[in-house]
């Protein structure tokens, strides 16, 4: 009788979700009618979905959801449920019987989920894109109203929030053209020739100086070299196998340090630099594109010897080193060569950067990572869809699928220590370019320019299901499972101490989701098939 009594009282201040109205713009969803693709929002120099973050009052939520038949963000709100101490001596329960409010309510296809807000983990650096040649040369097909609304779409307060950007130093496969800096006189080791290209002017410094103005918080900037200037490598090419000839080790940590130094004459701040572009290309050559190899130990000893003390001992000495840049699966097997060769190279890093593909590794490698070289950041820093010779697809507008995969990866990576995560290019034309050496792959926005238009893919919402609504300096904290099911998830307590779940429904049927923010306080969340949603909660009452 008690558990009844119980239940009545439960269910008399169970208040489900509600969904009023909202003043954002919708989004203006185009579907081709392709048998299993979701939408895409279109957006043109008049008009772009909007989204704007609500703050839940004491004791309640807001969640935002968007799923494969179509919702983008769609906003509901509710309260936090909880068994005041009044409830409790009337029914003269106490804490231990607490399971037994989940089963007397016959949640159907219930998970229960219990958010440890005491058990924090990393700290978030933020979220964010790309600022490649491609990417600048699509932006620049806009009109100046078209370019603006996609910088805001992605940078605004009324668009993702995005607060970090990665940018090539010099030329990344995604140009029109191989390029470095520097590449005249031959064997310029002082680097008296340096000079930023047309590419810098015409697309990346414009399209990061929008970023910046539109930006609600700090861009951090993080500068990769994919390759040297050809005359310092030992294979003389842009690609293939080949390494820095020893000789020019220190003219290759000169050749970052320039970078910083032109780009902070149009106020732009690096705030990390890579060591190199994915290394391994350069050691086991099986890409056609832009390229430098570091075998591990090597890249210990030019870490050790040059970069390090190069960066350090410069007026840029905050300026964050990370490390390998490449797939998780050679991490480990690099930073051990770099320890083993010199083990100063492990103390000038801050940390390390890691890729999205061919993922076979589980993401626990991450963990044992963050273990093993304790106080270095994980730093997700490029991401893509459609890349593999296997993918049937370079583009495939409209794919619910791959706005999955990313969820799920930021999801693996955020629960495995990564601190921040960016994608590769911002936007791409429809065929997944432009790419000199035809590598093209997918991106969440895509321009039409001869229609002066854009349009918003899937991924470009899972995205934002992130950036969005986990603002810098947000906490991960440990989430327990206490049903036999669960769905992917993960928690944060936000700088106002609201906490923030995102929730990723892969079934084709709905879930129910009850979150326990305490011993006795919960709310109840229905997530649709194939969904992510954000929720948003104030846990104070
Ligand atoms: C409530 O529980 C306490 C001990 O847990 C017991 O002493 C008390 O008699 C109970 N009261 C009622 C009304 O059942
Ligand atoms: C300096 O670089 C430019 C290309 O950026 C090239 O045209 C020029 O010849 C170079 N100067 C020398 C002295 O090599
Ligand atoms: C960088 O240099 C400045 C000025 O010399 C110094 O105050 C600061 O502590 C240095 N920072 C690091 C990370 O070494």
Redesign the pocket.
């Known amino acids: 009788m008690k558990t009844l009594k119980l239940f009545i009282i439960t269910l008399t201040i169970l208040i489900g979700e509600f969904k009023p109205g909202n003043c954002d713009l919708p989004c203006r969803a185009r579907d081709v009618g392709i048998e299993g693709r979701s939408i895409v929002c279109v957006c043109d120099a008049n008009y772009c979905d909007t989204i704007t973050k609500e703050t839940p009052a004491k004791g309640t939520f807001v969640a935002y959801t968007s799923s494969n038949d179509g919702k983008r963000f769609e906003k509901s709100y509710g309260v936090v449920n909880g068994i005041g101490a009044a409830q409790y001596e009337l029914s003269n329960e106490s804490t231990q019987d607490d399971d037994s409010i989940e089963s007397s309510l016959c949640i159907k296809n219930n998970v229960i989920l219990r958010v440890m807000t005491s058990s924090k983990k990393q700290t978030i650096e933020g979220f964010g894109g790309s600022v490649t040649d491609a990417a600048g040369i699509n932006w620049r097909k806009l009109s100046a109203s078209a370019q603006e609304q996609l910088m805001n779409t992605y940078f605004g307060p009324e668009g993702l929030e995005y607060n970090m950007i990665r940018v090539p130093i010099a030329g990344a496969d995604f140009s029109t053209h191989p390029y470095t800096y520097n590449?005249?006189?031959w064997n310029d080791a002082a680097l008296t020739?340096y000079?930023l290209s047309r590419e810098d002017f015409d697309y990346k410094i414009p399209m990061i100086e929008m970023a910046k103005a539109m930006a609600t918080d700090e861009v951090k900037i993080t500068a990769t070299a994919w390759s040297s200037p050809i005359w310092m490598k030992t294979n003389e090419a842009i690609t293939g196998f080949g390494q820095i000839k020893p000789e020019f080790y220190q003219s290759y940590a000169d050749y970052h340090m320039r970078f910083l130094e032109e780009y902070e004459k149009f106020n732009i701040k690096i705030w990390a630099i890579t060591t190199t572009n994915e290394p391994i290309n350069g050691v086991v050559p099986t890409v056609n594109f832009n390229s430098l190899g570091w075998f591990p130990r090597q890249l210990g000893r030019w870490v050790a010897n040059n970069l390090g003390p190069t960066v350090r001992n410069s007026r840029f000495n905050e300026t964050l080193i990370l490390a390998v840049d490449d797939q998780r699966y050679i991490i480990p097997i690099w930073l051990r060569g770099m320890e083993k060769e010199d083990p100063k190279s492990i103390e000038y890093i801050d940390g390390i950067a890691i890729h999205y593909y061919g993922n076979f590794m589980p993401a626990t490698v991450l963990t044992r990572i963050q273990k093993r070289y304790p106080g270095k950041i994980l730093l997700s820093t490029e991401a893509c869809e459609g890349p593999m010779p296997w993918d049937k697809y370079k583009v495939e507008v409209w794919s619910w699928d791959r706005a999955s995969k990313y969820t799920r990866s930021i999801l693996e990576d955020l629960n495995n220590f990564v601190v921040g995560w960016i994608d590769w290019n911002l936007c791409l034309d429809e065929n997944g370019g432009p790419n000199w050496a035809h590598n093209y792959v997918d991106a969440p926005v895509l321009v039409y320019g001869e229609r002066d238009e854009f349009i918003k893919q899937p991924m470009y919402y899972a995205l934002g299901h992130f950036s969005k609504f986990i603002p810098r300096g947000s906490q991960v904290v440990e989430v327990s499972r206490m049903s036999t099911t669960t769905v992917p998830n993960i928690a944060v307590v936000t700088p106002e101490g609201n906490i923030v779940l995102v929730l990723h429904n892969t079934n084709t049927y709905e879930t129910n989701v009850r979150v326990r923010i305490s011993a006795l306080r919960y709310i109840d969340v229905v997530l649709e098939p194939e969904s992510i949603k954000t929720v948003e909660i104030n846990p104070n009452s």
Do not use: D, I
């Open positions: 590449e005249l006189p020739n000079s």
